[in-house]
């Protein structure tokens, strides 16, 4: 006797097998051996079991791919950060140095500057100020402005209040120490005298 639901079994293999052809095969079992299903309705259930699974490992490779993508931005931006505040630290040191180059500027009195023979360390205090600024601008590292500003917490630290009529209350009158940025960053805040109502 001839069966004549062989080529029909035929068919519906090769339509099986055509869905899995694009399935990996760690995403196959034992289970998921190629058989005939007994009816239409096992072979629509046994299509969506496999395009759910497929969906599943889809969004698993995209959430791979989302997080390898923020892994590379987080070390981007490691790197950019390190590059842009590489010389923290450097900056940091070098200030007290400023720092004593301009007392020493601010303390020479008028009387020397005029003095020929004194003019020279002058002009050469002065000049090798002015390079440190310069190069301290190449590098990034700028003077925070203070005189005659309202406190900002975020870049000046308030040291003192002066009593005065001439400026209003929590503006800097004051500046005991210069403050310094690198980049976006506070590298030392400015230490200030803050103008208050008198007594």
């Known amino acids: 006797m001839i069966d004549n639901d062989k080529p029909q079994e035929d068919a519906v293999n090769e339509d099986v097998k055509a869905e899995l052809k694009g399935v990996p095969e760690e995403f196959l079992t034992d289970d998921d051996e190629l058989e005939a299903p007994e009816s239409d309705t096992d072979l629509t259930e046994a299509l969506e079991a496999l395009r759910r699974d497929l969906d599943e490992a889809k969004q698993e490779v995209l959430y791979a791919k989302a997080d390898t993508q923020n892994v590379r931005r987080r070390a981007e931006k490691d790197i950019q950060d390190a590059r842009n505040y590489a010389a923290t630290g450097f900056a940091r040191d070098i200030l007290s140095v400023?720092?004593?180059?301009?007392?020493?500027?601010?303390?020479?009195?008028?009387?020397?500057?005029?003095?020929?023979?004194?003019?020279?360390?002058?002009?050469?205090?002065?000049?090798?100020?002015?390079?440190?600024?310069k190069v301290f601008k190449q590098h990034g590292i700028e003077r925070i402005a203070a005189m005659g500003l309202p406190l900002?917490?975020?870049?000046?630290?308030?040291?003192?209040?002066?009593?005065?009529?001439?400026?209003?209350?929590?503006?800097?009158?004051?500046?005991?120490?210069?403050?310094?940025?690198?980049?976006?960053?506070?590298?030392?805040?400015?230490?200030?005298?803050?103008?208050?109502?008198?007594?």
């Open 98 to 133: 400023a720092d004593n180059l301009s007392r020493a500027i601010d303390a020479i009195p008028g009387s020397l500057r005029e003095d020929e023979k004194m003019k020279g360390l002058v002009v050469g205090l002065e000049a090798t100020q002015r390079e440190l600024e």
């Open 152 to 199: 900002d917490p975020n870049q000046h630290q308030a040291m003192m209040e002066v009593p005065t009529d001439d400026k209003e209350p929590g503006t800097i009158v004051q500046e005991m120490q210069s403050g310094w940025m690198i980049k976006d960053r506070l590298l030392r805040p400015a230490m200030v005298g803050v103008a208050k109502k008198p007594d």
